[in-house]
């Protein structure tokens, strides 16, 4: 059975593995990780802990970008999973500044119940 602190949370979530394993693949301190997502060490330890970020959502997103990782990964531990795409078949580029016009097409046609 995994281990759980005095508050019931569960030592071995998707976060708290995620958390321990970015910290070692970086080589960096539990300090430097919280000023990268700009939250405190002691909401950083409960992540380790097993809690789960709610107002401070924010803050995972940001060490998520700084290091390169998925969110979802780092949530659930699977990546997303989208319906008509295949990861990494985007690409995101400034293009130009100033004023665009985006046109949507229906690729997928609608299910009919």
């Given at each position: 059975?995994?281990?759980?602190?005095?508050?019931?949370?569960?030592?071995?979530?998707?976060?708290?593995?995620?958390?321990?394993?970015?910290?070692?693949?970086?080589?960096?301190?539990?300090k430097q990780m919280s000023e990268i997502a700009g939250?405190?060490?002691s909401v950083l330890s409960a992540w380790m802990m097993?809690?789960?970020?709610?107002?401070?959502?924010?803050?995972?997103?940001?060490?998520?970008?700084?290091?390169?990782?998925?969110?979802?990964?780092?949530?659930?531990?699977?990546?997303?999973?989208?319906?008509?795409?295949?990861?990494?078949?985007?690409?995101?580029?400034?293009?130009?500044?100033?004023?665009?016009?985006?046109?949507?097409?229906?690729?997928?046609?609608?299910?009919?119940t």
């Amino acid at each position: 059975m995994p281990r759980q602190d005095r508050n019931g949370r569960n030592h071995h979530t998707p976060l708290a593995k995620f958390l321990r394993r970015v910290l070692e693949d970086r080589r960096m301190s539990q300090k430097q990780m919280s000023e990268i997502a700009g939250v405190s060490e002691s909401v950083l330890s409960a992540w380790m802990m097993g809690a789960y970020p709610s107002e401070t959502v924010v803050g995972l997103k940001r060490l998520c970008d700084h290091t390169g990782e998925s969110l979802s990964i780092a949530l659930t531990g699977l990546p997303d999973k989208c319906l008509g795409s295949i990861e990494g078949s985007y690409l995101e580029e400034l293009v130009f500044d100033g004023i665009a016009r985006i046109k949507i097409e229906r690729l997928i046609p609608r299910r009919r119940t």
